[in-house]
């Protein structure tokens, strides 16, 4: 009489969700890792999400126990291997401001800059010492006195300078006011390239004198 054979466990009801909604996550958080800079950190969560439901499911397979962790230990593995050399990289930005008092002859030109009484100089070095090129790099940058006008002194190609956000009549101690932002400038860049250094001059309102200084001035 021949043997019968052993019926399988039932699957267990949650499995195929978990794989679904495992796949779907991880391969929309790889698009968004690569394609959508602005939604990082939302697609390394959704990456993770991605994985715990992969690993979790398989756990729950109906499979003998050392196959269901031998391919949650791959699951895991897989993981760690992408978190370490592709989301976790490290990528420093070597940011070095000099700020200057900027007396500078009116109606000179500072590196295209036409300057202008009551103006200050701040100038910013951004290098890239590693060996990757550095794609969307996108930086704001606050100065404690407002933003007159920035320039590149650097030849970084397609590079982006603007204000934030523009207010009139700045008192900045001198005859004419000055056009400025109190909320400084954005750089955008599609591309710094790798063992790079960007250079930026920006005109600043000069900062107010002190009373103690007004005084001193005064009597001299």
């Known amino acids: 009489m021949p043997r019968k054979k052993k019926a399988e466990p039932p699957k267990h009801p949650a499995v195929d969700y978990l794989e679904r909604i495992g796949g779907g996550l991880t391969f929309?958080?790889?698009?968004?890792?690569y394609t959508y800079p602005q939604f990082y950190w939302w697609g390394v969560g959704a990456f993770y999400a991605g994985f715990a439901s992969l690993a979790t499911g398989v756990l729950l397979e109906s499979w003998p126990v050392r196959y269901r962790?031998?391919?949650?230990?791959?699951?895991?593995?897989?993981a760690a291997l992408i978190s370490l050399n592709i989301i976790f990289v490290s990528a420093p930005l070597e940011i070095v401001p000099l700020a200057q008092s900027g007396d500078h002859p009116e109606g000179s030109d500072i590196n295209g800059i036409k300057w202008e009484n009551g103006m200050s100089e701040l100038r910013i070095l951004l290098s890239n010492h590693t060996p990757y090129d550095y794609d969307d790099v996108d930086i704001s940058f606050t100065p404690n006195v407002p933003t007159r006008e920035v320039v590149q002194v650097s030849k970084v190609p397609e590079m982006s300078l603007t204000l934030i956000e523009k207010v009139g009549d700045v008192d900045v101690n001198s005859p004419d006011p000055?056009?400025?932002?109190?909320?400084?400038?954005?750089?955008?860049c599609p591309k710094l390239?790798?063992?790079?250094?960007?250079?930026?001059?920006?005109?600043?309102?000069?900062?107010?004198?002190?009373?103690?200084?007004?005084?001193?001035?005064?009597?001299?």
């Open 193 to 220: 390239p790798k063992d790079t250094t960007a250079e930026l001059l920006g005109a600043l309102v000069m900062p107010p004198i002190p009373r103690a200084d007004r005084n001193i001035t005064r009597a001299a």
């Open 28 to 33: 929309v958080s790889l698009v968004s890792l």
């Open 69 to 78: 962790i031998a391919v949650c230990v791959l699951w895991v593995s897989i």
């Open 178 to 188: 000055l056009y400025a932002s109190g909320k400084g400038f954005r750089m955008r």
